[in-house]
């Protein structure tokens, strides 16, 4: 994983063949910065075989194919240090995405938190909050004074929180939104990549 260099987590959010509609990125700030920049990730695409599964409700899944990739980012700090990270979701006049932020639940399932439509020169800061978790050695040696019994209780909970510890993004590009008009089609505003 590690042969290829990191890469700053800023994606295009585009429909095949057509113009970015928007862009989507993490962005950090150190601790007395001002200034946010993407964070640099390990990035792998991953070849899905099947479609993500994301449960609305108990009646209603839905099912999206198209590219994934898996993101490891590796936060480096001083203990004096503090990260801030933001989720920066920008579209562009005339267009429109979904942004749903949850959990991963599986290799092909994702259990979502929230969602929001980002349309026309929209900009959405989500922050993310961070908590970090023990490593195995230090999660072991906090707890070996503990009860056999309150032992128990800190491995479930432990195992809990790494269950949920990847977070998901998913996005889904909307075609043109346009006001209704007699002359207008939905493609007035929608540029076309003609290569």
């Not at 700053?8 to 962005?27: D, K, V």
């Not at 809990?160 to 505003?189: E, H, K, Y």
Request: with cysteine; hydrophobic share 35%; proline share 7%.
């Amino acid at each position: 994983m590690f042969k290829k260099p990191p890469k700053q987590f800023c994606h295009s959010i585009r429909r095949p063949n057509h113009y970015p509609q928007g862009i989507l990125s993490i962005e950090c700030a150190r601790t007395g910065d001002e200034k946010f920049e993407p964070i640099e990730t390990y990035v792998r695409t991953i070849d899905v075989l099947t479609p993500l599964k994301i449960p609305l409700n108990a009646a209603t899944t839905i099912q999206l194919t198209g590219k994934s990739y898996l993101h490891g980012w590796l936060n480096q700090r001083f203990s004096t240090d503090s990260t801030s990270l933001k989720l920066i979701g920008r579209a562009r006049q005339f267009s429109s995405f979904k942004l749903v932020v949850g959990t991963m639940t599986g290799p092909d399932c994702m259990q979502p938190k929230e969602a929001i439509i980002i349309q026309n020169k929209d900009e959405v800061k989500v922050p993310l909050l961070l908590n970090e978790i023990p490593t195995a050695m230090e999660f072991k040696d906090a707890i070996i004074s503990l009860s056999p019994e309150q032992q128990h209780l800190a491995k479930a909970y432990r195992l809990m929180q790494l269950q949920s510890s990847i977070v998901g993004i998913c996005v889904n590009p909307d075609q043109a939104t346009v006001g209704r008009c007699s002359w207008s089609s939905t493609r007035l505003f929608d540029k076309k990549r003609y290569n």
